[in-house]
């Protein structure tokens, strides 16, 4: 991987890839077909009229031909602006660094501008996706299977979203692993804005990538298409929870098609977000209760890295909780603490991602 530095040979080169992203009528599939006829950027923007029209519509072809249009060239300085940032780094569809499971999708990306560790988008990972409107239960399930499958060395992608996306985060973040963020807007903006400290901590630890152009901003269309990257990013795809019309079935679907395992974990009969979860079961993903389950389906060698365990460092109020919600005044009992002193270390551990207040002024250990 090379981020693309200011040098006149290298800015020809990002300017026609930024070129051809922009071109009216050109996506990934009719690019991919452009530079396997003629080669990189420069030559494709060489060729004649005649040529191009045998790969391209005729309104393209003309399209290519023309002189290169003021939103590309204003596109080039935003992209090389950014690039003076630290870990900002944008891979072309040539590059050698360019992840290689997204060459196997039908329509991989141009451009990938990418924060953080871009390593992380060849190694090998689990995609870990549910709804945005989680449960109690299916976030803490969420950061339980990421930081099991990061210990073990996987990958955790996710997209950043609300719900079972941040916690899927927070749990790569806790192992050798680390985590990936697919968005979909450009790289240099945050959406949802309540996950922004969560994004700064990506990018120092992980990764965040995008194919949209620096500035775009979230539109409803971006989302679904987002999800074909987060699939095909990864080895297999683990949906923790989904209602019968979740996006996250988009996701099993693209990942089927793309030839990745699909896995889902099951949920009681009477809950709505478990519906999309049986739905995908029935048709044929493989149900797992664990994340030893979905290390053996993958062969994955690494195995489950031992976690620490609850010891005498512990801080004793965490050891007071179980699994099970408590309100403060038992954990009070339990604890010996006063409650001003409970309080602050309830919101102290709440910080750290170790506890989780639920509704009804009740809490529950993370992890």
């Not at 996710?158 to 790569?172: F, M, P, Q, V, Y």
Request: aromatic content about 4%; glycine content about 12%; some cysteine.
């Amino acid at each position: 991987m090379h981020a693309i530095a200011t040098t006149a040979d290298t800015v020809t080169e990002l300017a026609g890839w930024l070129r051809l992203q922009h071109l009216p009528g050109v996506g990934p599939v009719a690019a991919r077909a452009l530079l396997a006829r003629f080669g990189l950027p420069p030559q494709i923007f060489a060729a004649p009229f005649e040529a191009l029209r045998e790969v391209v519509p005729a309104g393209v072809a003309r399209a290519i031909a023309q002189p290169p249009k003021p939103l590309a060239n204003s596109q080039l300085e935003l992209t090389l602006q950014w690039l003076q940032g630290p870990g900002n780094a944008v891979l072309t569809l040539a590059d050698a660094g360019y992840p290689p499971l997204l060459l196997e999708i039908a329509d991989p990306p141009l451009l990938l501008y990418v924060r953080g560790r871009a390593e992380l988008l060849s190694r090998p990972g689990v995609a870990i996706i549910g709804s945005r409107n989680a449960s109690a239960q299916g976030m803490q399930n969420a950061a339980a299977f990421a930081r099991a499958l990061s210990a073990a060395g996987l990958t955790i992608i996710s997209g950043l979203a609300l719900g079972i996306d941040t916690h899927a985060h927070e749990g790569g973040l806790r192992g050798a692993g680390a985590t990936v963020a697919v968005i979909g807007t450009g790289a240099d903006l945050v959406y949802p804005r309540r996950n922004l400290d969560l994004a700064q901590r990506i990018a120092e630890q992980g990764c965040i990538v995008s194919e949209y152009a620096l500035g775009l901003p979230a539109m409803p269309g971006n989302f679904p298409r987002r999800n074909r990257l987060i699939s095909g990013l990864a080895r297999g795809v683990l949906v923790i929870e989904a209602a019968a019309q979740s996006g996250s079935l988009i996701t099993a679907r693209l990942a089927g098609e793309q030839g990745r395992d699909v896995y889902a974990l099951p949920g009681s009969i009477h809950a709505t977000l478990a519906k999309g979860c049986h739905a995908l079961i029935k048709q044929g993903a493989k149900l797992v209760e664990s994340a030893d389950d979905v290390l053996q389906e993958l062969q994955w060698l690494g195995g489950i890295a031992t976690l620490p365990p609850a010891g005498e460092d512990e801080p004793p109020l965490l050891a007071a909780l179980g699994h099970d919600p408590v309100d403060a005044d038992t954990l009070a009992a339990r604890s010996g603490l006063a409650m001003g002193a409970l309080m602050a270390e309830l919101l102290a551990l709440e910080l750290a991602g170790l506890v989780e207040r639920l509704p009804g002024g009740l809490f529950q250990r993370c992890k």
